[in-house]
């Protein structure tokens, strides 16, 4: 009975880490839309008779929007490459990737609506659509401070 109650606790551990790095990849896609929303915006609305997007604090947060999507999209990769990796190994690296994308997702939405000013959160805008998403994603399946935790606990026995 016990080994039985034990592989399907494993079995379920499995699946949970496998829907968290689906999860993760959904958000890099969620944050990708968010950042090519921003960067079109930038170039479109003016100020000061020129684009925002020509003003040197935006562009910085346009790069570090671009950043932040590039190492989710690698963290996903790192993760989903692991899951056949004994369990340990395997809870270790989709934690690594749930806290690096739920911190992730959490900066470029909040940037991509200061950007907007605001206007972003209305219905009508994808953008606010795609932040809304990414706010649910980020405490989906636990979040960055859970797997921070989980990630020590696996990672640093004394």
């Given at each position: 009975g016990d080994a039985l109650l034990a592989g399907g606790i494993d079995l379920i551990e499995r699946i949970v880490d496998e829907a968290t790095v689906a999860v993760c990849a959904e958000a890099t896609g969620v944050m990708a839309k968010l950042h090519e929303g921003t960067l079109d915006?930038?170039?479109?609305?003016?100020?000061?008779?020129?684009?925002?997007?020509?003003?040197?604090?935006l562009q910085h947060r346009m790069v570090d929007m671009f950043m932040e999507v590039e190492q989710s999209k690698s963290m996903v990769l790192m993760a989903t490459l692991k899951l056949d990796e004994p369990a340990?190994?395997?809870?270790?690296?989709?934690?690594?990737?749930?806290?690096?994308?739920s911190l992730g997702a959490n900066f470029v939405g909040q940037n991509a609506?200061?950007?907007?000013?605001?206007?972003?959160?209305?219905?009508?805008?994808?953008i606010g659509h795609y932040f809304?998403?990414?706010?649910?994603i980020e405490g989906q399946f636990g979040s960055a401070d859970h797997h921070f935790d989980r990630y020590e606990q696996l990672t640093y026995k004394s």
């Open positions: 915006y930038a170039k479109q609305r003016q100020q000061f008779g020129q684009p925002i997007s020509r003003f040197q604090v340990n190994t395997r809870m270790a690296a989709v934690s690594q990737c749930k806290a690096k994308v609506i200061q950007t907007h000013g605001g206007i972003g959160i209305t219905q009508e805008l994808a809304k998403r990414a706010s649910m």
